[in-house]
């Protein structure tokens, strides 16, 4: 599935455009929907509208032929078909890779040694992944698509913070330090994803409904403490 849930894209954008990576690897472009919103967000939105302006590298990985569409030619330089684990080792280093619906595809083992490498490629790594068990079999066609693991904040090295986001947790690693600072000063600042069950309610509730937001915000996001 593409994408399984919608409430982690302004998440994962916050942090994104905050970072302003310069050469991104997405792992597994599916429809392409991250790819338009990178270029968006990091070339477009600086009027840099024609893609001979371009200044950012967005890649992308994919092992499903059957997602190919119009807009990987527009929003991407470059999209390799295969299998991760198998393309990884071939690709330059990058400033981002972005890996949103894919870890909970593989074993558990597989997925903690794709978070350890794509560590060794990339000083940050952005990734989603469901918040609980969630089985799914083959999705519209693709076997790649059947959830094999659930995983956890345990499971990532370097991570500097993650957030619940609906059905799914958003997380954020770094092994380098100004990454670092810009990942810890913009988390006080992330979007509020309004959890299901508050409902929208108007008037004199309106105010109890966003401090409620609040409190859910800081109990839902964990930013890891800096140490010395």
């Given at each position: 599935m593409p994408i399984s849930n919608h409430w982690h894209i302004p998440t994962v954008l916050h942090y994104i455009t905050a970072l302003k990576p310069l050469r991104v690897l997405d792992v597994g472009v599916g429809m392409g929907n991250y790819g338009f919103l990178l270029r968006q967000n990091l070339d477009i939105n600086y009027e840099r509208i024609r893609k001979e302006s371009w200044l950012v590298t967005i890649d992308g990985i994919e092992v499903f032929e059957g997602y190919r569409n119009?807009?990987?030619?527009?929003?991407?330089?470059?999209?390799?078909?295969?299998?991760?684990?198998?393309?990884?080792?071939?690709?330059?280093?990058?400033?981002?890779?972005?890996?949103?619906?894919?870890?909970?595809?593989?074993?558990?083992?597989?997925?903690?040694?794709?978070?350890?490498?794509?560590?060794?490629?990339s000083s940050v790594l952005i990734a989603t992944a469901p918040s609980y068990n969630q089985p799914q079999g083959a999705w519209g066609g693709n076997e790649a698509e059947t959830h094999r693991c659930a995983l956890s904040a345990n499971n990532f090295i370097n991570l500097i913070a993650w957030k619940h986001t609906g059905a799914t947790n958003f997380f954020i690693c770094s092994n380098d330090q100004k990454q670092i600072a810009i990942i810890r000063k913009v988390s006080a600042r992330c979007p509020v994803a309004r959890p299901e069950m508050l409902p929208v309610v108007e008037g004199k509730f309106s105010g109890v409904c966003r401090r409620l937001s609040r409190v859910w915000l800081r109990l839902t996001t964990s930013v890891k403490p800096h140490q010395r």
């Open positions: 119009p807009v990987w030619d527009y929003a991407y330089n470059k999209v390799l078909m295969g299998d991760v684990r198998t393309k990884l080792d071939c690709l330059e280093c990058y400033d981002l890779i972005m890996c949103n619906d894919v870890l909970e595809h593989f074993e558990e083992q597989e997925a903690k040694q794709l978070i350890r490498k794509f560590s060794e490629k």
